[in-house]
């Protein structure tokens, strides 16, 4: 099975989050990224104002629809101040039932001042496809007030999944006819005004006719005149002299507000988005959107930096390094959503957190992984206390150096091997000192000890190294009655075999010793020198088959817990003075 490496895992993260770009899964992240850190506020455009059709004059003129009289008593009125653009956001789609006569004031209004233009506004199928968008239905001014407006223009508002709106709709075609927004229908009147001409070309236009909307101002920045202070003469009609007028609802109770990137829990009335969008275009602040193929480069450039953060660096400076990229990300599209290129930050930004989270466990997962490898692999040849020991200190724990400490050692040799040797086969002999000296093993590991090493057919075991360990001499004495205890059933099984068996011979010691990494940079022995350890070795080797032999230092420190018997005082080589010993017989 292939080993799982972070190239892999950052390749599969990467797959994942191009797959979930192109099909526009994470677009509320790359949202909120450009509502928050790419959209802000401006100095708002005084050519733009509002005519709001707010509870003010609702109380003044009653309830709503009104007489078709009021509207054209306001054309009339506004007509005698010139503006450029007079734009009504209400829909006159029928005939008055009530009062005829209003109608041919309006429709008379509307025509002589030239400049007045009319709503309009599509039904679409659920699901549009890419291209020109044809609309099902259409709700128009009744045909005399739509022949005598200057224009028409579509008020369609598409919000995003997240109902906030952030694109305008340039056109969509009707009966073979293209119909143009709103917004852009009144910038175009008024540049014609300024006598320049203006082209759709400029417009930065999606797959689906959509250019994104440079919001300036935020809900209540546009000037918002009450309808009822421009009838009444409160603001006079020279105000509006060569300027674009806007009228449309400007209260709750008309439904016609949305959500919008700059104050997303304040509600924007139409108006006001559609004022938004004829700024954008009168300062040409328009933004594309950098094709989603460009942004999976972006993506991929994005991966290849985790990939080297992760592989070259230790994980706090990789954690760091990452937050800078993620700032540096979106300070980037904040600086290339000004000069107008909208890149998804918000796609860059989680693939770059999640990664550092999955390595984060995934390093951690690898490490325990590892930690049992080594555990298990180095652990048969030296003490598990000791590989975790290195485990724990990384490359501190394999540096040259040694710590001195009082410890108990213990030396094992198997007695009668090199008889059997003789009569037994290589593999055999080597399947019994397999046998023995797992049980001498166990033994140490079982109380505590550290087997420091094999040497041929012997062993040693150190006791309160690397780890403290209380009471450490009657732990190396119970170690060593469990390893002659269990000997004596391979004892049995070598007779029936071979005729005869083997014994252990043990010595015990204890005293102050240094223990640590000895050897070179290249080989090092994790290991006990001194001359406790050189004085257990010579017990040992005093030790008769079957025979455990304690110093007195071990007996003054076990005594009245064991069974020990006197063997007096021996000379050891490498000591001028004897050595008082005692034979272990049992354990109380």
Known sequence: ??????????????????????????????????????????????????????????????????????????IETLDAGDPAVIAFDVTFPAPSADDPSSDDALISATKNAGNVVMPVYGTFASSAKEGDIEALEMSEPFPELKTAAAAVGHINTIPDRDHVVRNSLYSFMDEGERVESFSWVIYRMFKERLGETVNADMLPLDAFGQFPISYTGRPGQYEAIPYSAVLNGDVPAEYFKDRIVLIGPYATGFKDDYLTPLQVKSLMYGVEIHANIIQALLDENLKQKLDWKWNELVLLLAAALAFFLFRKWNMAISFSAVAVIIAVFVLGGRYL?????????????????????????????????????????????????????????????????????????????????????????????????????????????????????????????????????????????????????????????????????????????????????????????????????????????NAKPGQIIVSDAVYQRVKGRIHAAPLGEIKVKGKEQGITIYELEGIQ
């Open 1 to 74: 099975m292939m080993k799982i490496k972070l190239i892999h895992i950052i390749a599969v993260l990467t797959a994942l989050s191009m797959f979930l770009m192109y099909r526009g899964s994470l677009d509320t992240m790359d949202y909120f990224f450009q509502d928050r850190f790419m959209q802000k506020e401006g100095d708002i455009d005084t050519r733009i104002a509002i005519i709001a059709i707010d509870d003010e004059s609702v109380t003044e003129y009653g309830s709503w629809p009104w007489n078709r009289n009021v509207h054209a008593q306001l």
């Open 337 to 541: 959503y000004e000069k107008g290129l909208i890149i998804s930050v918000g796609y860059v930004v989680p693939l770059l957190v999640i990664s550092c989270i999955i390595v984060v466990g995934f390093h951690y997962v690898e490490e325990l992984f590892e930690r049992r490898r080594v555990t298990d692999i180095f652990g048969r040849y030296v003490a598990p206390e000791v590989v975790n020991q290195i485990l724990k200190n990384g490359e501190d724990g394999l540096k040259l150096g040694g710590t001195r400490r009082e410890l108990t050692v213990l030396f094992v040799d198997i007695r009668g091997f090199t008889p059997l040797s003789e009569k037994a086969e290589p593999e055999e002999i080597v399947e019994i000192l397999n046998e023995y000296l797992d049980l001498a093993a166990n033994c140490i590991f079982k109380f505590d000890g550290t087997l420091d090493k094999f040497i041929g057919d012997a062993a040693m075991a150190i006791f309160n190294a690397p780890l403290l360990l209380e009471d450490h001499p009657m732990r190396a004495v119970e170690a060593a009655w469990a390893m002659k205890e269990g000997s004596a059933a391979l004892e049995r099984k070598l007779i029936e075999r071979f005729g005869f068996g083997v014994k252990f011979g043990l010595g015990i010691h204890t005293g102050p010793a240094v223990f640590g990494n000895i050897g070179s940079k290249s080989r090092m022995d994790y290991t006990a020198i001194g001359d406790t350890v050189n004085t257990a070795a010579r017990l040992e080797s």
